[in-house]
């Protein structure tokens, strides 16, 4: 007598048809090569559970091999799997599990696409979570850029397990919770026929598998926390509330996904002596009536350090404007920096002194002779 079919099934003697066919569809969930694909044992256990349910599921072979212990000619092989028992076509060496399932009569129902993009959603590369940090930088850092380091808390892949959570050389298991279908599915029975709904399992996430000992380092997650100092540059020209994108600088990804991005919000400093409006930088320069009068020349600080000197003509206005070429802001982006532009104020003494007084009682007077004439 060859091999005992029953007990590679693990199903008795007697066992209907429905039985053998509920246990052969564990026992496929259980051992299919897909899940595990660096074991050649359970492709071998996977062809004898088919060379077994081939023979125990056809009631005329089941016979034959009842009364004498074995099939036709051949004691194995998988030559006469019947196929069309389950709608395909044809074969390769392992059918695809989810054409099984179609086959297993879920079909109808979304089951097997649900199924698809689960697996592809839960198994696929995600891309990283991306950071937002806030980040502040004086007037000046943000009118012509700058390097900074900064300290946060990111998601790493995990040194340990490579981001796959699992504890190495522990292996995966078939999940107990959805016995490795990767969903969860309920039948309700309506006036309008039977509804099945189904749900990704909250076990193994719709991978069908759980590992066999999670990772101890990451506890499975495949990400660890870690705190990193990186080098981040904000470019020339940033203001507040804008966001400055470091691409990749995001937490690690899952299952080999590229990272997210790191958005830099930023807040810029007040500097008492400038003003921005897009890519002019205003400064008021305070002169006196004399000054205005006869013409002066004046230092005008610069935001990066420094002064440089700007005549101001005589018969200078209050109020007047005159443009550093050159010396505003940059617009983020671009290269061309705008003006600086300098508004004049004439100051009024408001607390002259007596000899103040007297001199311009006597500049009055020159200006009421001129009146009258
Ligand atoms: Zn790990
Ligand atoms: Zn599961």
Do not use: W
């Not at 694909?37 to 077994?52: F, G, L, S, T, V």
């Not at 230092?299 to 550093?324: C, D, K, S, W």
Request: charged share 25%; hydrophobic share 30%.
């Amino acid at each position: 007598m060859g091999k005992d079919y029953y007990e590679i099934l693990g199903v008795p003697r007697d066992a209907s048809p429905d039985e053998i066919k509920k246990k052969y569809r564990e026992l496929v969930m259980k051992y299919h090569p897909d899940l595990h694909k660096n074991d050649p044992e359970a492709a071998k256990r996977m062809a004898e559970i088919n060379e077994a349910y081939e023979v125990l599921s056809n009631p005329e072979k089941r016979a034959q091999y009842d009364r004498f212990g074995a099939v036709g000619a051949q004691g194995g092989g998988r030559g006469g799997f019947d196929f069309r028992d389950f709608g395909f076509g044809g074969g390769g060496d392992f059918f695809d599990l989810d054409d099984l399932l179609r086959n297993f009569g879920f079909g109808g129902f979304g089951f097997t696409e649900n199924r698809r993009s689960t697996r592809r959603e839960s198994e696929a590369p995600t891309r990283g979570e991306d950071i937002e940090f806030p980040i502040t930088i004086t007037f000046a850092e943000a009118i012509l850029g700058t390097k900074k380091e900064i300290t946060l808390s990111r998601k790493e892949v995990c040194p340990t397990c490579h981001g796959s959570g699992v504890e190495p050389g522990s292996g995966y298991v078939t999940c107990p919770t959805c016995h490795g279908t990767g969903i969860l599915k309920k039948v309700q029975r309506t006036i309008f026929g039977d509804f099945i709904t189904q749900t990704t399992c909250p076990t193994c996430h719709g991978t069908g598998r759980i590992p066999k000992q999670k990772c101890h380092t990451c506890g499975g997650s495949g990400v660890v926390t870690e705190t990193k100092t990186i080098e981040v540059k904000i470019p020339a020209g940033v203001d507040t509330g804008m966001r400055v994108r470091i691409k990749g600088q995001g937490h690690a990804g899952l299952h080999g996904g590229p990272r997210g991005d790191l958005y830099l919000k930023i807040t810029v400093l007040p500097d008492s002596r400038f003003e921005r409006v897009g890519d002019k930088l205003y400064y008021t320069a305070h002169i006196t009536f004399p000054e205005a009068v006869l013409g002066t020349k004046i230092n005008v600080p610069l935001v990066e350090g420094g002064y440089e000197t700007l005549r101001i003509p005589p018969g200078t206005q209050n109020g007047a404007e005159f443009h550093i070429r050159g010396r505003g802001a940059y617009m983020v982006g671009s290269r061309r920096r705008g003006d600086l532009v300098v508004k004049i104020q004439v100051d009024i003494p408001t607390n002259p002194s007596q000899e103040e007084v007297l001199l311009i009682e006597k500049l009055k007077e020159i200006y009421d002779s001129k009146k009258t004439q």
